[in-house]
């Protein structure tokens, strides 16, 4: 991840929720009296968001000290502790929301992923996500899906050329779309064209696309479109692939399959946060 923009993300995070003040931290916290907080995993799953632990409380005060026991990727079982945080109480509890919020959806997306990996089960497909992602998360779901073990598509409009149906239909055909990009765009940036049928195939393939993508087609039907993709050509899936029938295309060729659902349909994975009470010492 960008430390650059992960720091930034975190302040507009903490000024959404803390905004000029924690009224109820700091009516009952006023002084520099110091504790520490435990992660708890409250599920299995696989955990993602070491990073935001390490920056989200430095943020709020560069004294805070924090421990991670596991690092992003790996897997976690219920009640299992992930890491600790100690430092001035107001801090701590000013930032353990925005903090455990990020790390339980990076999480969840994370055990999806690798749930779809696994389900897939496939030396030569790649899973991968797409631009399906909540609006100022993306750096950090897109990150979560690498986390899970697998790839990410582009991350925007900006850094990769995706010719879908609409630009098709006011280009007026596929040969349009790519001979326009292909007059102005740069020799390091691919084209990828969707398609739906043969023709489309044939279009794509002759007019130099670089990645072939097939748009709401059924196993059966890519491995029919696939054959008339040269060697040296991207091939991907995508549209109608769920969980439930990801398993099905696993043996029609493609290099990808992108799947929204690892960012937009996502179970947050249960995490809590508590005050941790170390032996021999008393609860406040």
């Known amino acids: 991840m960008n430390t ?3 720091r930034s993300l975190l302040e507009q995070f903490f000024i959404e929720d803390i905004g000029e003040q924690d009224i109820t931290t700091d009516l009952i916290f006023a002084d520099d009296t110091n504790g520490e ?18 920056t989200g409380f430095k943020l709020l005060n560069n004294e805070i000290q924090t421990e991670l026991f596991v ?3 790996q897997n976690i079982e219920y009640g299992q502790k992930l890491a600790t945080a100690s430092g001035k109480i107001a801090d701590l509890l000013k930032g353990e929301r925005v903090v455990l919020n990020l790390v339980q959806r990076m ?12 389900t897939l089960d496939s030396g030569h497909t790649k899973i991968c996500d797409t631009r399906k992602t909540t609006p100022g998360l993306r750096m950090l779901e897109k990150y979560a899906v690498t986390a ?3 790839f990410n598509h582009r991350f925007g409009l900006y850094d990769g050329i995706m010719i879908k149906d609409n630009h098709i239909s006011f280009a007026g055909s596929i040969t349009n779309a790519v001979e326009s990009v292909r007059k102005k765009a740069g020799h390091m940036v691919k084209v990828e064209v969707e398609v739906e049928t043969e023709e489309q195939v044939r279009e794509a393939v002759n007019a130099g696309a670089d990645v072939i993508m097939f748009d709401n087609r059924t196993p059966e039907e890519i491995k029919e479109l696939i054959k008339l993709v040269p060697s040296g050509f991207i091939t991907e899936a995508s549209g109608g692939i769920q969980l439930s029938n990801l398993a099905s295309y696993r043996d029609t060729g493609v290099d990808y399959i992108s799947l929204g659902f690892l960012t937009h349909s996502y179970k947050a994975l249960d995490i809590s946060v508590k005050v941790l009470i170390r032996e021999g010492e008393e609860q406040r």
């Open 4 to 6: 650059l923009k992960l």
């Open 37 to 54: 907080i435990v992660f708890l995993s409250k599920d299995n799953g696989i955990f993602c968001g070491e990073e935001i632990i390490k």
């Open 71 to 73: 690092n992003d990727g």
């Open 107 to 118: 999480s969840g997306i994370a055990t999806l992923t690798r749930k779809a990996v696994a």
């Open 148 to 150: 899970g073990g697998a």
